[in-house]
């Protein structure tokens, strides 16, 4: 029987009683949420503090996601009338395709602002998301420098700061928060698979047996060509299926390291690109 999986450190605890403190200052939230569990990394403290402000959906690592399904997520936010892009980290993306995007939301407010004497001012914009989201990777690239620390790993950020991205865009960063308890350890598990959980929270084999589950259903041939798997061997339970692939990379009965290969397996795209969510996902709520 799987761990139920749970963490919500100090730090965030305190980031989200700063968000709430600062969401009065900005015009937009920037929420960026992984392309490849778009849904699931839509965290619930986030919607409850900035409800009433415009919104960016930002998808990050695309590159890792299902094209097909991103174009998908990509309609669906647009359908609820909110802006969103997806981005990777390797792609061509600035401050000029962020403002083509928000310009739209925040037209009538900037407009009664000048009209009111004002002077023209950047949008201030905090930017949110879920831990090893890329969300310091983005921003770095919108202000051309290594402002935010970067890390391949859940809990780098551990406080804000306001970023200049040019005379247009000013960026509060904000350390990556999880919301206090999941309801529903499905999503747990598919945080824990793309990395928004510590590594030390979970059983490496739980999350491994996840997602080989779901390749299984979802990504077969991917799964095929990377461990030279036969359709016979899909076909296995899949803790056996496993043991199989275990041998395969050359670890004899060492399942729990190999558990750690696949993760990181699938976490590079070694296994092929993959999204988690569906749509069917939002019906089912």
Known sequence: MAVTIQWFPGHMAKAIREFEENISLVDIVFELVDARAPYSTLNPEIARISANKPHLYILTKRDLADEKLTRQWLNYFHSQNSAAIAVDAKG??????????????LKDKLERELAKGMKPRPIRAIAVGVPNVGKSTVLNRLVKRRA??????????????????????????????????????????????????????YHSDDIALFGLEYFVAHYPQALQERYKLTEEDLELPTADLLLLITKKIGMRDDYERASNRIILDMRSKKVGPFTLDTLEDIDNE
Do not use: M, Y
Not at 94 to 103: E, H, Q, S, Y
Not at 176 to 198: E, H, M, N, S
């Open 92 to 105: 061509k993306f600035g401050v000029k395709d962020i403002l083509t995007a928000i310009n739209p939301l």
């Open 148 to 201: 935010a620390q970067v890390g391949n790993r859940p809990g780098v950020t551990k406080g804000q700061q306001w970023l200049k991205a040019d005379n247009h865009l000013e960026l509060l960063d904000t350390p990556g928060i999880l919301w206090p308890k999941f309801q529903d350890q499905l999503i747990a598990d598919k945080l824990a698979l793309t990395g928004a959980i510590k590594d030390s929270v």
